[in-house]
């Protein structure tokens, strides 16, 4: 009867340590019932190091490099009363916030006439103000390249590259102008402000 229990136990406590494969408070229970040390394994590779790489910041200094380099000037005094293609009268300096300043002109009767600086907005990046009508043309103002945009409706604007990453804008709003009269002020008012941009 003894041997019949005793058999009995045995097969118990294998079926529970799995056939000879349990762990128990870092033990391993062998077949026949007997708790012995688990084999030592060898150490797990390091991990590799998860650490943010860190890379020295970018130079904010010069032109087109993050700075804002037009935190000099007054878009206000990029043209003169003696330099407009027609009166503009006195412009109204805004602070949009999204781009940078502008000077705002509403000539009596005229187009709508505003020069903006873009901080960190480069001029290929306004190119979608052409929409589906309208044209987009390279330019040369004096030493900066740019672009020409119309919507193929009422506005015309220039964009003047400043450096790497920035750019001033001339736009005009259609009155009465056609758009071709439009462009063709857009040019003569972004010739006279350029000089007053910083150099590429």
């Given at each position: 009867m003894k041997t019949?229990?005793?058999s009995l136990f045995l097969v118990a406590?294998?079926?529970t340590a799995g056939c000879g494969g349990g762990a128990i408070?870092?033990?391993v229970l062998s077949g026949a019932g007997v708790l012995s040390s688990p084999p030592s394994l060898p150490p797990l590779p390091s991990a590799p190091d998860r650490s943010p790489a860190t890379t020295a910041p970018a130079s904010s200094?010069?032109?087109?490099s993050g700075a804002n380099v037009f935190a000099a000037m007054n878009a206000c005094d990029l043209i003169g009363p003696d330099q407009q293609p027609y009166p503009f009268g006195d412009g109204e300096r805004t602070h949009p916030g999204a781009?940078?300043?502008a000077c705002v002109y509403a000539p009596r009767d005229r187009a709508a006439v505003s020069i903006q600086f873009l901080d960190a907005t480069k001029a290929g990046e306004m190119t979608d103000h052409a929409g589906a009508n309208g044209k987009v043309v390279p330019v040369t103002v004096g030493k900066h390249s740019g672009l020409q945009i119309d919507n193929g409706l009422a506005t015309c604007m220039?964009?003047?590259s400043v450096?790497?990453?920035d750019s001033a804008k001339v736009s005009l709003e259609a009155a009465h102008e056609s758009l071709d009269e439009l462009c063709g002020y857009a040019r003569r008012i972004a010739e006279v402000i350029e000089p007053k941009l910083p150099v590429e």
């Open positions: 019949a229990l005793r406590v294998l079926a408070g870092g033990q200094a010069g032109t087109g781009h940078g300043e220039v964009v003047i450096g790497e990453a």
